[in-house]
């Protein structure tokens, strides 16, 4: 496979809703995957990432991982919407870029948040039941 090919999943041909083109915020996210974490903060911009005050290609020089990376961005068609900024602790590579890809996702997820749930009915709040008693 040479460079230039696009690593691709089956996951990513599914077609998801895309974000809100308005909705240009900061956010922040967290991705742990096995001992790595990552603190994640999103802002509107080029798509500039900066992974422990390096460049995504210095850090991740594995295309897989940087790849990995993107894959939120991907999945959404926003590619160049959003600058990067990480800081990544613990763990292997692999482990810091599956971490990187979740704290992406969940703080993707917080920007388009402003859509709830409503309340069913015979329930306390949209999902909240009243406890269940055997006896």
């Known amino acids: 496979m040479s460079e230039s090919e696009n690593y691709v999943t089956s996951e990513s041909s599914k077609s998801f809703a895309p974000l809100k ?14 001992e790595a974490i990552a603190r994640v903060r999103i802002v509107p ?10 460049e995504l ?8 991982h940087q790849q990995l990376v993107n894959d939120p961005f991907k999945v959404l068609g926003i ?12 763990g292997g590579s692999s482990g810091q870029a599956g971490a990187l890809r979740l704290g992406i996702a969940r703080a993707l997820n917080a920007v388009d948040r402003d859509v709830i749930e409503r309340k069913k009915a015979g329930l306390k709040k949209a999902r909240k039941r009243s406890q269940y008693s055997k006896r």
């Open 21 to 34: 083109t308005g909705v240009q915020a900061p956010s922040a996210g967290t991705g742990r995957r096995k």
């Open 45 to 54: 911009g080029n798509g500039k990432f900066v992974v422990n005050g390096k």
């Open 57 to 64: 290609a210095v850090y991740f020089p594995n295309k897989l």
């Open 79 to 90: 590619e160049k919407n959003y600058d990067v900024i990480a800081h990544i602790v613990g």
